[in-house]
């Protein structure tokens, strides 16, 4: 800085002294004008613009000073030069071919979001360059999507597809830290196989529909005949039950009856059911005829109401 403000007073000394003119004295001239267009030449690159977003490293003849510029106008050095470190969100988009577990070869598109830390800007500058993403990021996705991909099966990649990139994205993120680079984002948009293994995949899936369809129409006929068993059981204990309500009311009738009947009632039937005729039964072990006499229930017949 003082070696920059002696040379800013030697330059304007001299625009002064060339002013002066043999004979005619002191006024403005074609090397004044020359002077003072260098002297706005050096001031202007005192001086740097850092963009919203970044951060400025500082080098000197080529080294790298150990502090870094804000966004914003600041000032310099001419002799200084400023690099411009985007610390922003930066996206990419990588297109890859890799195996998995089973040698099936998958093609995939992976895209990732990074940024650098303004505290790191100078450290990754120091050790990388500007040109980090093709330097240090590109090569990192690509042995970590290969590395991830071929512990899977190519099925197995289909069906585990968000744990596979959470693996990813872990072993994305840790060797990327080793540089001072933040991994904020990883996606896998795209996967794709063989046509060979896709029609392999989709022939498997028909398969299992059809036996899965298969398998629940039979439960569906077992369950249905369950059902109709069910039903016949049912309506057996039904018949059942009213056979035994029935047969419990005749034995209920029958009992009831048989409560009732008394022997004036029994004489009382059988002579209004007579027909006048004297009933004669034949029998006897000594070979004689017998003949019954029912003078008595007669007489003691109630009378016809």
């Not at 002297?39 to 202007?44: F, H």
Request: glycine share 6%; hydrophobic share 40%.
């Amino acid at each position: 800085m003082v070696l920059f403000s002696i040379g800013v007073g030697l330059t304007i000394v001299l625009f002064i002294v060339l002013g002066f003119v043999r004979g005619e004295g002191w006024k403005l001239n074609s090397k004044q004008i020359i002077s003072l267009i260098g002297v706005l030449l050096i001031a202007a690159s005192c001086y740097t613009s850092i963009p919203t977003g970044h951060t400025g490293v500082v080098t000197t003849f080529g080294n790298v000073e150990n502090y870094t510029l804000e966004a914003g106008i600041h000032f310099k050095l001419p002799w200084q030069d400023t690099i411009k470190m985007d610390n922003r969100v930066q996206k990419h988009t990588q297109d890859l071919s890799c195996f998995s577990s089973d040698i099936q070869e998958v093609n995939m598109t992976y895209t990732v979001n990074y940024q650098i830390s303004k505290q790191d800007a100078m450290t990754i500058y120091k050790t990388i360059g500007t040109n980090y993403f093709e330097t240090v990021i590109s090569p990192c996705i690509s042995e970590a999507v290969k590395i991830v991909t071929a512990k899977y099966s190519a099925e197995a990649l289909v069906s585990s597809r968000s744990q596979m990139a959470e693996e990813i994205e872990n072993e994305l993120k840790t060797k990327l830290a080793q540089y001072h680079i933040e991994l904020v984002g990883t996606s896998i948009e795209n996967m794709d196989f063989t046509d060979a293994f896709t029609e392999a995949v989709e022939a498997k899936q028909v398969a299992q529909q059809n036996k899965l369809r298969a398998e629940t129409e039979a439960e569906q006929k077992v369950i249905e005949a369950k059902a109709e068993a069910e039903i016949k059981k049912v309506e057996a204990d039904a018949d059942a039950y009213e056979l035994l309500k029935k047969a419990q009311a005749e034995a209920e009738a029958n009992q009831k009856i048989a409560d009732s009947l008394t022997e004036a009632l029994i004489r009382y039937t059988y002579i209004e059911n007579w027909d006048g005729k004297l009933p004669t039964i034949m029998g006897g072990s000594n070979g004689m005829n017998t003949m019954l006499d029912i003078s008595g229930l007669i007489e003691e017949a109630p009378e016809t109401p």
